[in-house]
């Protein structure tokens, strides 16, 4: 990760959105590789001869929003961090700045560096000279020892910073931040995608020790809206954004019903200021979420495998739309698509040794009256309701289906090869793969999906979900991942923009 440090006096900030806009602009011009970008907000009077503090006020807060909402308009991958652990004293401390790993810092002008970061290669930017001498301070700021705030935290993003950044200011002592458990979201939007507890967590505390590590921060999972906030007598203020005022409100009943004391309420709007056209209220974990369909996850996998064909497995529970992403990938240039269902299908087909196989296994009744061939629905009938007889099943198909697939790939050495396997993490072919894409939908999309496909009943369609992997197990895994929950030119979409990538790194 490359981390930088923007070192700059707040009245810049405060001219106005635009001149924030190119402020954060200069930086990447001049650190195209920038992850993270740190801001130190410095009190114009505060140089080397006089040391004055920024201070917490609802102007400054208006800094923050300013900051977070230009940046995200600039690039929606860079992560800033506006420092606060300076706010309201004087002196900075050298261990808290020598902790944030930076590479660089970026300046308004030559001087006044605080100690810690002088040995740190610093370029000055050459920002315009603020307009205003003065800064404003705005409505009076008032400080609580025990602050509370509550949320789910996915994709840590420029809203969540601002809540977190109004409830740091506010607090003095520690601030207990409720964290959505997974099971109050499964009826988010693409919820599979949703980060685990841990991991939101993590993020949560890096985030706001980085900014400032001078108070106590008790992160909590919750598994109701309330959690402790309805609970911790001590609590003495919340913070809210003001789309989730009734939220706070609701939270001050229940104490009250508890007999506990009402809590102080603060909000913020999640509106832009000075009028931009990026609006904080559209940065939504969803919107990340949405963002990560058809990308690169992670690094492929092809320290030990020949470069051509370029092997990528396309997997997904039953009714994920796998198929159709593979027919519709088999449209672009120079690749090969295989059906590994079809292919097994083939396997056995009447005479094949595999066909034998099977009849010595499941016996007679499960051929069709009349052509003799495997009925599939009736093997499909035992194996769905069996593990043991599921697991032979496999034990038996999938040797084959491997192997007709490598030799098949081998001998056409197409550019890409496509292998649409259903239960390709379950075989264990991922070593053998470049890539993992993997597409799903919600169980119940699946169920109706299946239903209306094959003619199943509900619980046929669950039970052979239920014997796949779930969706997060092979999300863990993808390298790339797609939703087919919505119209086909979605799909497309998504299937393109992974392809265009996919171009590029080939
Ligand atoms: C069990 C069989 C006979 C049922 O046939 P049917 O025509 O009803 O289903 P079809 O072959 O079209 O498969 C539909 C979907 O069921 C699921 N499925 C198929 N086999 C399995 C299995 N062994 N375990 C779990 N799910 C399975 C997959 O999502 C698959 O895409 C058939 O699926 C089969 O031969 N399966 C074994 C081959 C296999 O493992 N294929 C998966 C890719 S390698
Ligand atoms: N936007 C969409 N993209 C892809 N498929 C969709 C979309 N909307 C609806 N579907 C439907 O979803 C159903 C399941 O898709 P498909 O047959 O491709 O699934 P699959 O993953 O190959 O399933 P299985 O493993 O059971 O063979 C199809 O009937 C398809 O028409």
Same mark, same amino acid.
């Given at each position: ?16 959105? =635009? ?27 505060? $140089? ?13 807060? #208006? ?24 706010? $309201?004293?004087?002196?900075? =401390? %050298? ?7 930076? *590479?660089?810092?970026?300046? %308004? ?17 050459? /920002? ?27 994709? &840590? ?35 599979? &995608? ?17 900014? $400032? ?15 402790? =906030?309805?609970? %911790? !007598?001590?609590?003495? !203020? ?34 832009? +200021? ?79 040794? &595999?066909?034998?196989?099977? +009849? ?34 496999? =034990? ?10 490598? !030799? ?9 090869? /496509? ?7 379950? !075989? ?14 919600? #169980? ?32 863990? *895994? ?8 919505? %119209? ?15 171009? *590029?790194?080939?």
């Amino acid at each position: 990760m490359t981390a930088g440090l923007l070192h700059i006096d707040s009245r810049l900030v405060s001219q106005s959105a =635009s001149a924030t806009f190119s402020i954060v602009t200069k930086c990447l011009e001049h650190r195209p590789s920038l992850d993270r970008l740190y801001v130190l907000l410095r009190h114009p009077q505060n $140089n080397t001869s006089k040391d004055v503090a920024v201070s917490a006020s609802s102007s400054f807060f #208006e800094q923050l929003t300013t900051l977070y909402n230009q940046a995200f308009r600039i690039s929606s991958t860079l992560d800033l961090r506006v420092l606060l652990a300076n706010v $309201n004293h004087t002196s900075i =401390s %050298d261990q808290w700045l020598s902790s944030l790993d930076l *590479q660089v810092v970026l300046q %308004d002008t030559p001087h006044s560096l605080p100690a810690v970061l002088q040995s740190l290669p610093a370029v000055n930017l050459h /920002f315009a000279s603020p307009h205003t001498l003065e800064t404003t301070h705005g409505a009076k700021w008032t400080v609580y020892k025990k602050v509370v705030i509550g949320g789910t935290f996915d994709h &840590l993003h420029a809203g969540h910073k601002l809540l977190l950044s109004n409830a740091i200011l506010r607090c003095s002592q520690c601030l207990t931040i409720g964290v959505t458990r997974q099971e109050m979201l499964e009826k988010k939007r693409l919820a599979d &995608l949703i980060q685990p507890l841990a991991v939101r967590q993590e993020r949560l505390r890096g985030f706001c020790q980085e900014v $400032n590590p001078f108070i106590d921060y008790n992160i909590v999972p919750i598994s109701d809206p309330f959690g402790p =906030s309805t609970v %911790d !007598a001590d609590l003495v !203020a919340i913070v809210a954004s003001e789309e989730t005022l009734d939220g706070a409100r609701a939270v001050n009943v229940e104490r009250a019903r508890k007999g506990l004391k009402e809590l102080a309420v603060h909000t913020f709007p999640l509106n832009d +200021v000075e009028g931009s056209t990026a609006d904080l209220r559209t940065i939504s974990s969803s919107y990340a979420r949405q963002q990560m369909l058809g990308r690169l996850l992670k690094a492929p996998n092809d320290k030990v495998l020949p470069r051509r064909p370029y092997l990528i497995g396309i997997t997904g529970g039953s009714g994920s739309g796998k198929t159709s992403i593979s027919k519709y990938l088999a449209t672009k240039p120079d690749v090969m698509v295989i059906d590994c269902d079809k292919v097994a299908h083939e396997a056995y087909k009447k005479g094949t040794a &595999l066909y034998h196989r099977l +009849v010595q296994e499941y016996g007679q009744s499960v051929l069709h009256a009349e052509t003799g061939e495997i009925a599939r629905r009736e093997i499909g009938r035992i194996v769905f309701g069996n593990e043991e007889a599921r697991k032979k099943l496999n =034990s038996l198909i999938w040797p084959a289906v491997r192997d007709y697939c490598l !030799a098949n790939v081998k001998e056409s050495n197409p550019k890409v090869a /496509f292998l649409d396997a259903a239960l390709l993490l379950e !075989a264990g072919w991922a070593d053998a793969l470049h890539e993992i894409w993997v597409t799903f939908v919600p #169980e119940e999309e699946a169920v109706k999906r299946i239903t209306e496909r094959d003619s199943v009943t509900k619980e046929e369609a669950l039970r052979r979900l239920h014997t796949q992997l779930s969706n997060r197990q092979r999300i863990d *895994q993808a390298h790339v991942i797609f939703s087919t929950l919505w %119209d086909y030119s979605v799909t497309h979409a998504q299937v393109d923009r992974a392809w265009q990538e996919l171009t *590029q790194r080939l």
